[in-house]
């Protein structure tokens, strides 16, 4: 069927029924919406009978190849070396890109970075970055280039050419309840980061109550189509399974996340955040052809931060996006919000549980995040967790500190925090950080070493 001929409402019905559709009947259906010459209400039709019924693999497929080429693929072969991503579906003090993107570089692998903004309980790798002064994502293919070449990686923000349809599509799931479709969801993640111009790439789909997707059943069919997706295009694909529970590592919010990493490329990172980071970055060092195997990959990523090779690319990534290096070499220098304020507990017993989802939502409220897509974000705002799930607090120990220059919101947010958190007498069972491997021979548990 050519374009012209496109009849939407037989591949709507043909969907309604639980049928499939081809290659090309989904290419037509993706081109005719992004030409504006299939209405809202059509595609609405679409999505939700795409949603009720699901897509198979090849569906998925062709869905992501029609988004993809809805805009520019770049095409990034005259750059030397295998070029390595990571996408992470999201969570609460995920700052683990601006860990392993330099430990990666600096092992030799590039990592051509495209990455999004924060929306409501999670954050966003560009709101971070944006908190260190000057510095610039909002760059032109031309300078991507360049500075991928010129540094082994690059960072920057989505741009009007990558995947155009994909977020005129995202616009519509948003508001017709399609969100929540696995399909959907990877072929939406993949469109994106299959135009970067990657060969490779590693993925972690977080699980648990901060993470997109809450239960692990959910997470792993998510894997799956994206390792299927991955696989379809030639581009070796190998996802982890990791514990969005709590937040992930101690602090949650821009700049004190920027911090954090800072902390972690220096070698003083917390176990949590270093555990996956290490894993991801091992994995991409490998899939880059610098180790041959992930272990040994693992070893480089953590002789990159001993011999402080990673910290050195991460001062000379931010000088080459127009960042401020001074802060970055100096973190106390860089200005505090308004109020700090501790979180104080009125009991005392073993962390069992942190409502990740919820402390999320603290850091938003605080100033830190985003209920629209327009709105501001507070670079200094968020907090620092003194404990995590396992410690013990004593009665009238500080559990975190809030950082914000909302005062009026501080009250709340810190009944939320205690509301967040519960206590149990004995001592709660270790929680599993890395979960499962998947890739292209399935799902494996994954065993830690
Ligand atoms: N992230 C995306 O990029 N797309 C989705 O559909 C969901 C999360």
Redo the contacts with the bound molecule.
């Keep these: 069927m050519s374009v012209k001929d496109i009849n939407p409402v037989s591949l709507i019905r043909k969907k309604r029924d639980g049928l499939e559709l081809t290659d090309g009947e989904i290419q037509d259906l993706i081109k005719a919406y992004t030409e504006d010459r299939l209405p809202d209400y059509q595609m609405s039709a679409f999505l939700m009978a795409s949603f009720l019924n699901g897509l198979n693999d090849e569906e998925a497929a062709a869905l992501t190849r029609s988004m993809l080429h809805s805009g520019i693929v770049l095409d990034l072969s005259d750059i030397p070396g295998v070029k390595v991503d990571k996408h992470s579906t999201g969570g609460v003090g995920d700052k683990l890109s601006l860990i392993l993107a330099p430990i990666v570089a600096s092992c030799g692998v590039p990592v051509p970075m495209i990455s999004?903004r924060g929306l409501g309980h999670t954050g966003g790798t560009l709101d971070k970055l944006e908190s260190i002064p000057g510095f610039t994502v909002d760059i032109t293919l031309e300078r991507y280039r360049e500075i991928l070449e010129q540094e082994q990686m690059v960072l920057a923000g989505q741009t009007e050419e990558i995947a155009p349809a994909d977020k005129r599509l995202?616009a519509l799931?948003d508001v017709t309840a399609t969100?929540e479709s696995i399909p959907?969801?990877a072929g939406?993640?993949m469109s994106?980061k299959l135009a970067e111009g990657i060969d490779a790439l590693v993925l972690d789909v977080k699980f648990g109550s901060g993470a997109?997707m809450k239960k692990k059943e959910d997470a792993i069919r998510l894997a799956e189509t994206l390792v299927g997706i991955g696989e379809q295009f030639g581009k070796e694909t190998i996802a982890y399974l990791t514990n969005m529970e709590q937040p992930l590592g101690y602090a949650v919010g821009n700049w004190l996340e920027v911090k954090e990493s800072i902390d972690g490329l220096q070698g003083n990172g917390p176990d949590d955040a270093m555990e996956i980071t290490h894993l991801l970055a091992g994995t991409m060092i490998y899939l880059g052809k610098k180790a041959s195997t992930v272990e040994e990959g693992i070893e480089k990523s953590r002789a990159s931060v001993k011999d402080g090779s990673a910290f050195k690319k991460w001062v000379s990534i931010v000088k080459a996006h127009d960042g401020d290096t001074g802060v970055i070499e100096n973190p106390e220098t860089y200005p505090k919000a308004d109020h700090i304020e501790p979180v104080i507990s009125s009991k005392s017993g073993y962390i069992k549980e942190m409502d990740a989802f919820a402390m999320g939502m603290v850091s938003l409220e605080l100033g830190a995040g985003r209920r629209a897509k327009d709105d501001d974000v507070d670079p200094a705002a968020g907090f620092l967790l003194h404990k995590k799930v396992g410690d013990y607090i004593e009665e009238n120990e500080t559990l975190a500190e809030l950082h914000t220059n909302k005062k009026s919101m501080i009250p709340e947010c810190k009944d939320e925090m205690i509301r967040a958190i519960t206590l149990s007498e004995t001592s709660p069972e270790k929680i599993t950080q890395i979960a499962n491997r998947v890739d292209k021979d399935g799902v494996h548990d994954y065993i830690t070493r």
Excluded: A, D, Q
Aim: aromatic share 20%.
């Design positions: 999004g995202y799931r969100v959907l969801i939406s993640i994106k997109f």
